[in-house]
């Protein structure tokens, strides 16, 4: 007889056992490759969308809080910071360059972003169609928000103040998109940009207030337009600034925190501060993961042991029948390896439908920018540790197997 059809046939005479064992395993199997999955891109994710700023100088406050609202948006600011400040440390001879943010407003729970080009060309961003923002009240779009929002070219529509479509609506002054970007897999493509004028133009209270500033007496900035310079009421969220040289790492953020009105803090250090966090729960999660595997190694264990019993009679016929025992050896282990790696294949591809599926239906989701259809090696050791896990399941019953006595077992009938 055929080995397999041998194993197939095993298994099959007990169903629901056999059920159980694969679904319990690839229960464990599919929580590891779920948080798998989202630890591995969120940590990409931070890294993308970390690379080229060194430095985010912001009102001061909490430095996680200022990382987490000026670079990945999920939070509110700590305040704001005086233009002329923020364009004196532009200036410093330790900024390479400097990158203005003027938070404050969303649309439909999407944060408006007031900066320059230079905060998309940090993403290598590229337009899908449209042109960048020429003037006032002038946005191009990410790409998620554009298909979520169903925005298109000449659209307008109205920010609301905050985080949250319950906010002042700006209904006086509404925008239009110009242009839609490329994917971008970046915190870019869940964005509104426009220009930092636009962010100050909807929160002017009065006309008088606007005609404050003296083009006569300005100097020249580079965070705006001159326009704008000298006018000490303005103020943005914050600056993201990229070092000169080595030495700015140690002297900029310590001169910015003693000698300012202003706070540093470093993305890199602040964001490894916050997988940390969420590290926790990975990692009780994935604890607990492990602890299913357990349990069902331990119950595979259990059936390969109390089945090899029930088959003492039909093992003892197959040795009499000329079956070597290195053959009922190698049936007992395969069952095992089977019955792993069945449950491991199932658990894989059970970790990306769930995935999918809450990716697909939780719209709140898709802003994360999680891909469910992404593989990384570490499944593929998931799959060799699931034949190994089968090897070491079944151990005990196979070498009782090959140490079955068929005189004794036939003479008990």
């Avoid at 199997?29 to 798998?36: G, K, Q, S, Y």
């Avoid at 570490?378 to 019953?397: A, F, K, R, T, W």
Wanted: hydrophobic fraction near 45%.
């Amino acid at each position: 007889m055929n080995l397999f059809a041998l194993i197939f046939a095993y298994l099959k005479a007990r169903p629901l056992n056999t059920l159980l064992n694969i679904l319990l395993l690839s229960l464990g199997i599919a929580m590891i490759t779920i948080l798998l999955l989202f630890s591995n891109q969120l940590q990409q994710k931070i890294s993308d969308n970390t690379k080229g700023i060194d430095l985010v100088v912001g009102a001061k406050g909490s430095p996680l809080q200022l990382i987490l609202c000026n670079v990945f948006h999920i939070d509110f600011p700590t305040g704001n910071i005086k233009l002329q400040e923020a364009d004196r440390l532009a200036k410093h001879r330790l900024v390479k360059n400097a990158i203005p943010m003027a938070l404050g407003d969303s649309y439909q729970n999407y944060r408006l972003v007031g900066t320059t080009r230079a905060y998309a060309d940090l993403y290598k961003a590229e337009l899908e169609t449209g042109t960048w923002w020429q003037q006032d009240m002038e946005v191009t779009i990410g790409a998620t928000v554009a298909r979520l929002l169903n925005l298109k070219l000449d659209d307008t529509f109205a920010s609301a103040h905050g985080l949250s479509e319950a906010g002042h609506a700006h209904e006086e002054h509404p925008f239009v998109v110009k242009g839609i970007l490329k994917p971008t897999f970046s915190v870019l493509d869940n964005l509104i940009l426009t220009n930092v004028s636009s962010i100050w133009l909807v929160h002017e209270h009065s006309e008088e207030e606007h005609e404050t500033i003296k083009p006569d007496s300005l100097s020249a900035s580079v965070l705006v337009p001159t326009a704008f310079a000298s006018d000490s009421t303005r103020e943005l969220t914050a600056l993201l600034l990229k070092y000169r040289n080595p030495i700015a790492a140690i002297q900029l953020p310590r001169y910015i925190n003693s000698q300012t009105n202003m706070q540093a803090a470093s993305p890199s250090f602040e964001a490894a501060r916050l997988f940390s966090i969420l590290g926790v729960g990975i990692d009780a999660l994935t604890g607990f993961a492990y602890v299913l595997i357990f349990i069902s190694a331990l119950s595979i264990f259990i059936a390969l042991y109390n089945s090899l019993k029930e088959r003492k009679y039909d093992l003892a016929i197959m040795r009499s029948m000329g079956a070597s025992r290195s053959k009922l050896l190698w049936a007992t282990q395969l069952e095992g390896v089977v019955l792993t790696f069945c449950g491991s294949v199932l658990g894989v591809a059970l970790g990306h439908v769930v995935l999918f599926l809450f990716t697909t239906l939780v719209t709140e989701s898709q802003t994360a920018g999680v891909n469910a259809f992404v593989f990384y090696v570490e499944e593929l050791y998931l799959l060799v540790g699931s034949v190994v896990l089968g090897i070491i399941c079944s151990l005990i019953p196979s070498f009782q197997a090959y140490r079955t006595d068929i005189h004794k077992v036939l003479a008990q009938g």
